[in-house]
């Protein structure tokens, strides 16, 4: 069962609580990758991908058969500012969509055998203008948490791919990777939905503004609840399920990263679970990955959302496993080691 999650200090515990690899899964991996009939490193980062799945799983061999991606929903009140090329009555339409099979990320899961599942969350009623006030209430934004949680635990996963849906939200991005890692608020907004040169400049000031309006914020925590939407809180709490449930993740775009950025402002190891399946063309994603640490799989000037980059890349986890797994040994080969 999910844990009770009745206040922001039960997620901080949590966070503090998160599990770490398992070394002894990690320790079999590392041994049996040089017994494999190929040069050492011949893989490249195939063979990282199958000791990180393992040290994440839990077990040795790692496995990628049942692959997930969930999709959270929402909707923004900042979205009437301005700040987005599409009315926020498109998100509506997308899950609509998605629930037809009509999307990318339909597509993709069935040419891959990947299960979907898409949560709206609250759509008829969009989170706060986060110029101002605050995106969410402690209640709302707990609720949000709880339902990223749960959408986790809901069923078993070798892999959970995550993603998401929301007019204006690569501002709420935006605004909460400016909150958490400074600049200035231009470097972290891009076109989005199909923005110009002068309505990305008018982003940015909205970006800026929020900002400075929550600039009280407790923790990164309380600023993910202030500035994000309930896509991005449900996202960082499936995260944070996945950590505890041992089931390795791999994130999508911009929006993706940037709602799980605060576990690991919270905690420098929180996303050591988590892949990035991609570099979006959003120019605050890389300045994002690099604040992270991290490096994403794929590179295919892709901005969609929806998981669509992080189920392309969890084609390549399952490689990975299936390789690891599958080949044989120089011993079970009889072929001679160099």
Do not use: Y
């Not at 505890?244 to 576990?263: E, K, S």
């Amino acid at each position: 069962m999910p844990p009770a999650i009745a206040s922001m200090d039960d997620i901080r515990g949590l966070i503090s609580a998160m599990p770490g690899p398992d070394a002894a899964a990690a320790a079999a991996a590392a041994a049996r990758e040089p017994q494999l009939t190929k040069p050492p490193g011949a893989l490249g980062r195939l063979e990282e991908l199958a000791l990180w799945l393992s040290a994440w799983q839990g077990r040795h061999p790692p496995a990628a058969e049942r692959l997930r991606a969930i999709v959270f929903a929402g909707n923004h009140g900042v979205a009437a500012r301005g700040v987005s090329a599409f009315p926020a009555s498109v998100t509506a339409q997308m899950v609509a969509n998605f629930a037809a099979g009509g999307a990318a990320v339909n597509q993709l899961c069935r040419a891959f055998g990947v299960d979907l599942a898409v949560h709206p969350l609250d759509l008829e009623s969009p989170a706060g203008d986060i110029t101002t006030g605050p995106a969410m209430d402690e209640g709302g934004f707990l609720a949000a948490f709880a339902a990223g949680w749960e959408a986790v635990a809901a069923g078993p996963a070798d892999v959970v791919c995550l993603g998401e849906m929301g007019i204006g939200n690569t501002t709420a991005a935006a605004a909460l990777c400016h909150g958490l890692f400074g600049g200035a608020a231009s470097d972290w907004c891009g076109p989005g939905t199909g923005l110009d040169a002068d309505e990305v400049a008018h982003k940015a000031a909205v970006v800026a503004a929020a900002v400075a309006r929550h600039a009280d914020a407790a923790d990164p925590l309380d600023l993910s609840r202030r500035l994000g939407g309930r896509e991005l809180a449900a996202i960082a709490g499936a995260v944070l399920a996945a950590r505890h449930l041992r089931i390795p993740i791999v994130l999508d775009g911009f929006v993706c990263t940037a709602a799980a950025a605060p576990l690991a402002a919270v905690r420098a190891d929180a996303l050591d679970h988590c892949l990035v399946g991609h570099a979006s063309t959003e120019p605050g994603h890389r300045r994002l990955l690099a604040r992270l640490g991290k490096r994403p799989l794929l590179d295919l000037d892709m901005r969609l959302g929806e998981a669509s980059g992080a189920v392309l890349a969890a084609t390549i986890v399952k490689a990975a496993a299936a390789c690891h797994a599958g080949m044989a040994t120089f011993g079970e080969a009889g072929v001679t080691a160099g």
